[in-house]
C-alpha cells in the first residue's frame, strides 16, 4: 500500500508562486512514475505534469507549460510542482498521484487510469 500526502497549496495573488509537495511512503517510490492533476469546481480532472522514474522524462499539459515544474527526489521519496506566473485559472484542488503496477517505464502515464494511488488534495486558489 502506498500512502501519498500533499502539502504547499493555499491562497496567492495572480503572477505569483507556490510550490507543491507530495511525501510518498509505503513501497519503492523511485522505480514508479507520479504525476500532479487538478479538479476545479464544475470541472473534469486533469493531468498537470508528470514524471518518470528517473525524473529524465517529464509532461506537462499546454496550459502550464513554461509556468510549471515538476521533479522528484527519490532519496527523500517527495514528487515536487513548482507552480509560477500563477493565474486564476490554475485555481483548483491539486492531487498527487502515483503509478503502481508499471515500474522503470520511460514514459509517465498521463490519464487518471494510469495511476493507482492519489492523495487527498490540496486547495489551490489564485485571486485575480
Known amino acids: 500500500q502506498v500512502q501519498l500526502g500533499e502539502s504547499g497549496g493555499g491562497l496567492v495573488q495572480a503572477g505569483g508562486s507556490l510550490r507543491l509537495s507530495c511525501a510518498a511512503s509505503g513501497r519503492a517510490f523511485s522505480a514508479f512514475a507520479m504525476g500532479w492533476f487538478r479538479q476545479a469546481p464544475g470541472k473534469e480532472r486533469e493531468i498537470v505534469a508528470a514524471i518518470n522514474w528517473s525524473g529524465g522524462y517529464t509532461y506537462y499539459v499546454d496550459s502550464v507549460k513554461g509556468r510549471f515544474t515538476i521533479s522528484r527526489d527519490n532519496g527523500k521519496n517527495t514528487v515536487y510542482l513548482q507552480m509560477n506566473s500563477l493565474k486564476p485559472e490554475d485555481t483548483a484542488v491539486y492531487y498527487c498521484?502515483?503509478?503502481?503496477?508499471?515500474?522503470?517505464?520511460?514514459?509517465?502515464?498521463?490519464?487518471?487510469?494510469?495511476?493507482?494511488?492519489w492523495g487527498q488534495g490540496t486547495q489551490v486558489t489564485v485571486s485575480s
Open positions: 498521484a502515483a503509478e503502481g503496477t508499471r515500474s522503470y517505464t520511460l514514459v509517465p502515464g498521463t490519464e487518471s487510469d494510469d495511476y493507482d494511488y
